[in-house]
């Protein structure tokens, strides 16, 4: 069975099991929550790593060096819900999304 943690300290895990998505996170309670895969219209993943917004988070945050994050977005049929995902384990997250995606694309056959 694969690992649930996306990362280890503080936990956080995301999984599919029983066609819906599970996400819980230790240090953000707000995004602790259960998706029907049924209901999701569609999953983007974006990526906020790029240069020009290291350089300027690393400029504007007294020298303090920016954290690794990732946006899950999910649209379902009522509401649009975003998930930053910082210093999680980026070839995770890219699995999960595309097993998403497929199961969302299946779905709506």
């Given at each position: 069975?694969?690992?649930?943690l996306?990362r280890?300290?503080?936990?956080?895990?995301?999984?599919?099991?029983n066609?819906?998505?599970?996400?819980?996170?230790?240090?953000?309670?707000?995004d602790?929550?259960?998706?029907?895969?049924k209901e999701?219209?569609?999953?983007?993943?974006?990526?906020?790593?790029?240069f020009?917004?290291k350089?300027?988070?690393?400029?504007?945050?007294g020298?303090?060096l920016?954290?690794n994050?990732?946006?899950l977005?999910?649209?379902?049929?009522?509401?649009?819900k975003?998930?930053?995902l910082?210093?999680?384990?980026?070839?995770k997250?890219e699995?999960?999304?595309q097993?998403?995606?497929?199961l969302i694309?299946?779905?709506?056959l």
């Amino acid at each position: 069975m694969e690992s649930r943690l996306i990362r280890v300290n503080p936990k956080f895990e995301m999984f599919i099991e029983n066609d819906n998505l599970f996400i819980y996170n230790e240090d953000y309670t707000a995004d602790n929550t259960i998706i029907s895969i049924k209901e999701m219209v569609d999953v983007e993943l974006l990526f906020t790593d790029s240069f020009f917004e290291k350089m300027f988070t690393f400029l504007l945050s007294g020298w303090e060096l920016p954290k690794n994050s990732l946006i899950l977005k999910i649209s379902t049929k009522n509401e649009i819900k975003e998930f930053v995902l910082t210093n999680c384990d980026s070839k995770k997250v890219e699995k999960l999304y595309q097993k998403l995606k497929s199961l969302i694309k299946s779905s709506e056959l």
